[in-house]
């Protein structure tokens, strides 16, 4: 890793090198692609990246087909990483906390949509569950009921995972196969012929390059617009609490969806995780990281109660503030090319559940560099195309 480019010309250049960045890197080495690739990110640390603040979590708890089996293959490659690793011995054998996520549903219209989802979610082989009020109270005894209809759970394939260890293994076994990872940021790109030419970085230098790959995360948008394209993808904060309680519960916590907008899960050692957003939820500064810490005492911990009346008695330990990087057209992926720039491709707009999704999204990228279309997953639904005709693919489970 360097602060240089090595060249001035690279097949690939990744701009944005988190998981969804390394991920379409690694599976580029995997899948064969002996060009040469660059990986450029303004911070190597990736300390405030939406994978590095993220829940670390996965779920087969989606509204489409798709996204349901783009997960269930993440959770594949999470439980076998060492094996697509080619059986390195210095990958991690990785597993699934599966405590799952329980979605309560407070409405009669809500719970119709959970019972729509189920069906989709089952047909695609997920585990789901649908609970009723009393099945709730008698598998999870602590939740306070009484405005609850209906539950939906899945325990396979759903929960807790190490996503940096993930993360990190994509990013040093695309490295040691040789992709470049660089230091720096890229501040504009030169667009003729409906082609990008080259990028340029913060210290002047242009890099020229055969396909450019838009990994920024929630920078995505911005990114974008220096290849004059219009990408629907703005930063919005999401809030991180991290508490003890005086008495834990006698069993794991699944990650529970409120009503209220609020999710808390089990973190093991009697400490927990809470999440969410409260009111307006605006797109942010890139760099705005300031933590609420009036909403802990007039928001999150009266609705923890109020759910888990055994969650009264609690301390906070720790909080922070990440950054979703919302497709405000649908909340759903933009993948592939675009329509006229042809060599700027997308890998972007998760909406919150990109960690999950960037194996098989990677892989896809990678399918369609390497042999001109998907040889695994149909991924075409994502496409930049779907903004153009103004017909979204929405996905209804963004929490």
Same mark, same amino acid.
């Given at each position: 890793?360097?602060?240089?480019?090595?060249?001035?010309?690279?097949?690939?250049?990744?701009?944005?090198?988190?998981?969804?960045?390394?991920?379409?890197?690694?599976?580029?080495?995997?899948?064969?692609?002996?060009?040469?690739?660059?990986?450029?990110?303004?911070?190597?640390?990736?300390?405030?990246?939406?994978?590095?603040?993220?829940?670390?979590?996965?779920?087969?708890?989606?509204?489409?087909?798709?996204?349901?089996?783009?997960?269930?293959?993440g959770?594949?490659?999470?439980?076998?990483?060492?094996?697509?690793?080619?059986?390195?011995?210095?990958?991690?054998?990785?597993?699934?906390?599966?405590?799952?996520?329980?979605?309560l549903?407070?409405?009669?219209?809500?719970?119709?949509?959970?019972?729509?989802?189920?069906?989709?979610?089952?047909?695609?082989?997920?585990?789901?569950?649908?609970?009723?009020?009393?099945?709730?109270?008698?598998?999870?005894?602590?939740?306070?009921?009484?405005?609850?209809v209906?539950?939906?759970?899945?325990?396979?394939?759903?929960?807790?995972?190490?996503?940096?260890?993930?993360?990190?293994?994509?990013?040093?076994?695309?490295?040691?196969?040789?992709?470049?990872?660089?230091?720096?940021?890229?501040?504009g790109?030169?667009?003729?012929?409906?082609?990008?030419?080259?990028?340029?970085?913060?210290?002047?230098a242009?890099?020229?390059?055969?396909?450019?790959?838009?990994?920024?995360?929630?920078?995505?948008?911005?990114?974008?617009?220096?290849?004059?394209?219009?990408?629907?993808?703005?930063?919005?904060?999401?809030?991180?609490?991290?508490?003890?309680?005086?008495?834990?519960l006698?069993?794991?916590?699944?990650? @529970?969806? &409120?009503? #209220?907008?609020? /999710?808390?899960?089990?973190?093991?050692? +009697?400490?927990? %995780?809470?999440?969410?957003?409260?009111?307006?939820?605006?797109?942010?500064?890139?760099?705005?990281?300031?933590?609420?810490?009036?909403?802990?005492?007039?928001?999150?911990?009266?609705?923890?109660?109020?759910?888990?009346?055994?969650?009264?008695?609690?301390?906070?330990?720790?909080?922070?503030?990440?950054?979703?990087?919302?497709?405000?057209?649908d909340?759903?992926?933009?993948?592939?090319?675009?329509?006229?720039?042809?060599?700027?491709?997308?890998?972007?707009?998760?909406s919150?559940?990109?960690?999950?999704?960037?194996?098989?999204?990677?892989?896809?990228?990678?399918?369609?560099?390497?042999?001109?279309?998907?040889? @695994?997953? &149909?991924? #075409?639904?994502? /496409?930049?195309?779907?903004?153009?005709? +103004?017909?979204? %693919?929405?996905?209804?489970?963004?929490?």
């Open positions: 890793m360097g602060t240089q480019p090595a060249r001035d010309s690279y097949d690939v250049v990744i701009v944005g090198g988190a998981i969804m960045g390394s991920a379409a890197a690694w599976f580029l080495t995997d899948l064969g692609f002996d060009g040469r690739i660059l990986v450029v990110d303004r911070d190597m640390s990736f300390a405030k990246t939406a994978t590095a603040t993220s829940t670390s979590c996965i779920r087969q708890q989606f509204s489409t087909e798709l996204n349901v089996r783009i997960s269930q293959f959770a594949d490659f999470i439980t076998d990483l060492r094996g697509f690793m080619g059986g390195d011995p210095r990958v991690p054998q990785l597993g699934i906390r599966n405590f799952g996520y329980l979605y549903a407070d409405t009669n219209a809500f719970a119709d949509d959970l019972r729509g989802r189920a069906v989709v979610q089952q047909g695609a082989g997920a585990a789901t569950r649908l609970l009723s009020r009393d099945q709730i109270a008698r598998l999870y005894p602590f939740y306070a009921l009484d405005d609850i209906l539950g939906s759970i899945n325990t396979r394939g759903e929960g807790y995972f190490d996503s940096m260890a993930v993360f990190e293994w994509l990013r040093r076994q695309a490295q040691e196969r040789g992709v470049e990872y660089l230091e720096a940021e890229v501040v790109m030169d667009v003729s012929g409906a082609h990008v030419q080259s990028v340029t970085l913060g210290d002047g242009q890099v020229a390059c055969g396909q450019v790959i838009n990994a920024a995360g929630p920078r995505a948008g911005h990114v974008a617009r220096m290849a004059e394209i219009d990408l629907p993808v703005e930063p919005r904060k999401r809030y991180s609490w991290v508490f003890k309680a005086e008495q834990p006698d069993r794991d916590l699944p990650l @529970t969806i &409120d009503p #209220s907008g609020l /999710h808390v899960r089990e973190n093991g050692g +009697g400490t927990y %995780q809470a999440g969410g957003h409260f009111g307006d939820d605006p797109a942010v500064d890139f760099d705005d990281f300031a933590m609420d810490h009036g909403l802990w005492e007039a928001a999150v911990w009266p609705l923890l109660a109020a759910r888990i009346p055994q969650f009264e008695a609690i301390k906070l330990t720790h909080s922070w503030v990440g950054h979703y990087e919302m497709n405000t057209f909340h759903n992926a933009v993948l592939g090319a675009h329509p006229e720039v042809s060599n700027f491709l997308f890998i972007n707009g998760f919150g559940h990109g960690l999950q999704q960037a194996p098989a999204m990677g892989r896809g990228l990678a399918e369609w560099l390497c042999f001109g279309s998907y040889q @695994t997953l &149909d991924l #075409s639904e994502f /496409h930049f195309d779907r903004l153009l005709s +103004g017909v979204p %693919q929405v996905e209804k489970a963004v929490i």
